[in-house]
């Protein structure tokens, strides 16, 4: 079965960047489509970006369209998301996602990662 492990959260400046990652392991993985998902306290899970299973089609959440990039490399089994110009609304716990598909006006996933903080501190 797919399981996927996240590395890259932490704390950092307003204005500064973080980069995550997420490595993929099981089943086949170039050919899920790939998210980044977050949650911050008190609010609902949202979706950050989705990445299709070549890499040639992306989506961004409105607020972090021109700040944030995803990318995956499919023969490392790795999926990217670089965080840049990091806002304290960017605070969240930050989920990669494996098998994303579209759903009405969201997104869903398959498959999750465990989860990684990441803190813009004003």
């Known amino acids: 079965q797919v399981q996927l492990v996240e590395s890259g959260g932490g704390l950092v400046q307003a204005g500064g960047s973080l980069r995550l990652s997420c490595a993929a392991s099981?089943?086949?993985?170039?050919?899920?489509?790939m998210g980044w998902f977050r949650q911050a306290p008190g609010k609902e899970r949202e979706v950050v970006a989705v990445?299709?299973?070549?890499?040639?089609?992306?989506y961004y959440a409105d607020s972090v369209k021109g700040r944030f990039t995803i990318s995956r490399d499919n023969a490392k089994n790795t999926v990217y998301l670089q965080m840049n110009s990091l806002k304290p609304e960017d605070t969240a716990v930050y989920y990669c996602?494996?098998?994303?598909?579209?759903?009405?006006?969201?997104?869903?996933?398959?498959?999750w990662g465990q989860g990684t903080q990441v803190t813009v501190s004003s």
């Open positions: 996602a494996g098998g994303v598909r579209a759903t009405g006006r969201d997104y869903e996933s398959d498959y």
């Open positions: 990445i299709s299973w070549s890499g040639g089609s992306t």
């Open positions: 099981g089943r086949t993985f170039s050919r899920y489509a």
